[in-house]
């Protein structure tokens, strides 16, 4: 059996939606428990086995993945995934929306691990602006801790890939790009177009 650490609707993230399709998909082939920190979720999946992330310690798996986006309803996936290594799906080679979801002392932390003393640095110009609109903010992605923590790392396009192996050069990284599905159904590049 395969865990999955993942926001499923009603959370307000896009990456909901996207595992919802994908575990619809993959328990055709493999049986998958899912948990989630919003137990609202369970009505997404009815009948299957889903459970509030912190229930994952009652349980043994040796296959879990984690779908890991950019902001604080991912912050639970992002602990779990430093506790028990797995497959990490980046939705955004970027955790800097995350970390500040939580305070400006975590988002501090993570530079200076990333980078050592000059992240403090650069955290501290950072944070005298205005962060959402500097360019500098987005060049430093802070995914490092949580990569070097996991067996795997899945990104959707070349540049996520390096973005993550210039933080972590030697994550095994593995690019699966997104399928564009509208209304559960996928669709040729021709109509994505129109």
């Not at 879990?64 to 912050?75: A, D, E, M, V």
């Not at 509208?182 to 021709?190: D, K, P």
Request: aromatic content about 10%; glycine content about 6%.
């Amino acid at each position: 059996m395969i865990a999955c650490l993942t926001p499923l609707p009603p959370s307000p993230t896009a990456v909901a939606d996207y595992s919802l399709d994908l575990l619809t998909r993959l328990r055709q082939r493999r049986e998958v428990a899912v948990f989630v920190e919003d137990l609202r979720s369970r009505e997404a999946l009815p009948g299957w086995p889903v459970f509030g992330y912190q229930e994952i310690g009652k349980h043994h798996f040796t296959d879990i993945f984690y779908q890991l986006g950019n902001n604080k309803l991912h912050r639970f996936a992002y602990d779990e995934a430093l506790r028990r290594p797995g497959v990490l799906v980046l939705h955004d080679a970027l955790l800097q929306h995350l970390l500040l979801g939580e305070s400006w002392d975590a988002w501090e932390r993570e530079f200076v691990f990333t980078y050592g003393e000059r992240g403090r640095e650069i955290a501290a110009t950072l944070r005298d602006g205005v962060p959402g609109s500097q360019e500098g903010f987005f060049r430093y992605p802070l995914v490092k801790r949580v990569v070097d923590a996991s067996r795997i790392i899945v990104v959707t396009n070349r540049g996520a890939e390096a973005r993550v192996r210039r933080e972590s050069p030697q994550a095994d990284v593995r690019v699966i790009p997104l399928p564009f599905v509208r209304h559960g159904r996928e669709v040729t590049r021709e109509q994505a177009r129109q």
